[in-house]
């Protein structure tokens, strides 16, 4: 079936535009994780939604970064103002939100700000 | 704070040339460790998940082992295909599932 996707898979913008990247994850998973990859660096956990539960924000680095998700279905990661420190990669995942809970992940978008 | 350390940073064997990647943690409960695989340019790739300490779990080639303080992927006979940045990541309990991930091993295996 269907894996977790995302778009775009590239993002190249200019220091101060706002960018936004959309995640599909896999249907019927009601969890839905964001993470950022840094060059050199682990995985950084972002945000977490699940279900219509408030969503857990306690990784997004800072008021520029936001994350919307409708339902259990397509959830965008917004930045405002980026900047060159923002440049990772950015990945989501999904899990069916059961007791094994294992998180799959899309491809990523990877995000260079000039 | 859950904290992930993986050694070594980066690995080459020779095709056949059996060895294992270390990752060690410390986390406040386990409710899980996970091994992924990623290959450049891609997401990662769920291998397995271990719950308790004396756990094991195989998988072709691979052979992932967990303690109380670290847990070993053990591959066997590696195959150039099986070259990939190896990552292990915790999962704490009450922690909303998120993952802490290491930095990960870099395997290459040569022909």
């Known amino acids: 079936g269907a894996g977790v996707s995302q778009s775009p898979s590239n993002k190249v913008t200019e220091k101060g535009k706002d960018v936004e990247l959309r995640c599909d994850p896999i249907?019927?998973?009601?969890?839905l994780y964001w993470y950022r990859q840094r060059l050199g660096q682990g995985l950084e956990f972002l945000i977490y939604f699940q279900g219509n539960s408030a969503p857990d924000k306690s990784g997004l680095p800072s008021d520029r970064f936001s994350a919307e998700r409708t339902g259990e279905s397509v959830s965008t990661l917004t930045i405002q103002r980026t900047q060159q420190e923002d440049s990772a990669v950015y990945l989501c995942a999904s899990s069916p939100g059961d007791l094994t809970d294992t998180q799959y992940f899309g491809p990523g978008t990877r995000l260079t700000v000039l | 704070e859950d904290q992930v350390t993986q050694s070594p940073e980066a690995l080459r064997l020779q095709e056949g040339e059996s060895s294992s990647l270390n990752c060690s943690y410390t986390v406040s409960g386990l409710r899980g460790l996970f091994w992924y695989r990623q290959d450049p340019g891609k997401g990662p790739e769920f291998l397995f998940t271990?719950?308790?300490a004396g756990e094991e779990k195989e998988k072709e080639r691979l052979k992932a082992t967990l303690t109380k303080k670290e847990s070993f992927l053990h591959i066997t006979a590696p195959k150039p295909e099986d070259s990939a940045t190896y990552l292990c990541a915790v999962q704490a309990w009450g922690s909303n599932y998120k993952l802490t991930f290491g930095k990960g091993t870099l395997l290459t295996v040569n022909p």
């Open positions: 271990l719950y308790s």
């Open positions: 249907s019927g998973h009601t969890a």
